[in-house]
């Protein structure tokens, strides 16, 4: 099977009361871990490269890595997606280089030159079989090229979208309902802290998708940000030399309940990181004299896999929807 777009996956998904998973990634360790678990549980999968990845990998490369997935498993889609791109140049790029999708976000710009930038990039993507995500409303939080403050975020605003998604002819549209960017989505001031001191995040703006799934029935809606921070790995991580206090992010079960409503694209990035790197900090601390990529990287990926699988059964509730 070659790469697919995301077209018929969300029709699956959105008639199925589910969500597909778009992992980040970066380089071969994360690629296989993701492609493993998805493969084993039949199903489907969006892997997800962003402007960072690029510069740090090389597009070739991450291209070709993805390649290889995809030879290795052929019995479910994988879709190759440009997470957050910025410039029409980027998108194009990206095109042509042989992905299956691409995000253009004009979030932070205003609403006329958003629609200006994504039907543009709508228009080349079309007359070359790819699909385009655009995004209304702005997440907060950092994670690569994106930062934006919870002062600059904005939810979406529901009566915009028809107007949006009608001009600009996109496939899939990316909304602000209180999900963030990065491992530290939300100050200690946003949040509220349960009987053990631990913080718990303010709950996502259902009330948002509701309306923006009554204005645009039957089109598949994207969350950003949506990471849920595992406390088992920052403790890890912070047992075994690291620095991450009141990290926090969005619950499961609200992705979940997300799943099985509009939203048919989650996006997860800084779980997988946490896990990966809680794993190595660990495995440094405990074989102080290992110094070859291959001991510590090895079960890296298997953190990554362990990871994944969770997400694709418990969060997602796709596996075997492949």
Do not use: W
Request: proline content about 5%.
């Amino acid at each position: 099977m070659a790469l697919v777009t995301t077209t018929e996956m969300f029709k699956k998904a959105y008639s199925g009361g589910y969500a597909v998973g778009a992992f980040n990634v970066n380089n071969m360790e994360i690629i296989q871990g993701i492609t493993e678990a998805a493969g084993e549980l039949k199903a489907p999968v969006i892997l997800q490269v962003s402007k960072g990845a690029r510069a740090y990998a090389n597009h070739n490369y991450l291209v070709k890595l993805v390649q290889a997935a995809v030879e290795l498993n052929p019995d479910i889609p994988i879709a190759l997606h440009l997470d957050h791109g910025d410039t029409f140049e980027l998108c194009k790029s990206c095109i042509d280089g042989g992905f299956s999708s691409v995000m253009i976000d004009g979030s932070s710009k205003p609403y006329e030159e958003n629609i200006a930038l994504t039907r543009k990039v709508v228009e080349y993507a079309h007359d070359h079989g790819v699909v385009v995500e655009g995004e209304l409303g702005t997440l907060a939080g950092i994670e690569d090229e994106v930062n934006v403050s919870a002062e600059d975020s904005s939810y979406t605003r529901p009566e915009e979208v028809e107007d949006f998604v009608t001009r600009t002819g996109v496939d899939s549209l990316a909304i602000a309902i209180g999900t963030s960017h990065g491992a530290y989505k939300f100050t200690a001031a946003q949040c509220t802290r349960d009987a053990d001191g631990k913080l718990v995040p303010p709950p996502l703006r259902f009330d948002i998708l509701r309306e923006v799934e009554k204005r645009l029935p039957g089109f598949p809606i994207v969350l950003h940000g949506s990471s849920s921070v595992p406390q088992e790995f920052v403790k890890i991580i912070n047992e075994n030399g690291g620095k991450m206090p009141d990290a926090v992010g969005i619950p499961e079960e609200q992705l979940r309940e997300a799943a099985r409503m509009a939203v048919c694209k989650i996006n997860i990035d800084s779980d997988l990181r946490l896990a990966m790197t809680a794993c190595i900090r660990k495995h440094f601390c405990e074989h102080p004299d290992h110094f070859d990529p291959r001991q510590y990287l090895k079960p890296g990926r298997e953190a990554i896999k362990a990871m994944v699988t969770h997400k694709l059964i418990n969060v997602l509730g796709c596996n075997g929807k492949a």
